[in-house]
Nanobody, 115 residues
């Protein structure tokens, strides 16, 4: 069964950085575009960044210049480097295919930005 496992979240001060990781199984990972999404309390889930199978990236305006998505097809991993975090970035972060597949949502990883 396909599963995504997100990790790397935590509590960070404003202006800080985190790296999120997402592992994917089964093996047919490299052919899919992947995305990072987030859901803040009381808000709908939103797209943060995407990366194609060949490495082309796209970002939501609210993270451009601060976040970087990357992937390692050999390791079947997707990453999200988050810099200059602010309290508005507080959310549960998820990875999924892009476009997402509803049945593939994992547990996510909590990111809390607070002093």
């Amino acid at each position: 069964q396909v599963q995504f496992v997100e990790s790397g979240g935590g509590l960070v001060q404003p202006g800080g950085s985190l790296i999120l990781s997402c592992g994917f199984s089964p093996i047919v990972f490299s052919i899919y575009s992947m995305g990072w999404y987030r859901q803040a309390p009381g808000k709908q889930r939103e797209l943060v960044a995407t990366i194609t199978d060949s490495g082309a990236t796209n970002y939501a305006d609210f993270v451009k210049g601060r976040f970087t998505i990357s992937r390692d097809n050999a390791k079947k991993m997707v990453y999200l480097q988050m810099n200059s975090l602010n309290p508005e970035d507080t959310a549960v972060y998820y990875c999924n295919r892009s476009p997402y597949v509803n049945t593939l949502w994992g547990q996510g990883t909590q990111v809390t930005v607070s002093s």
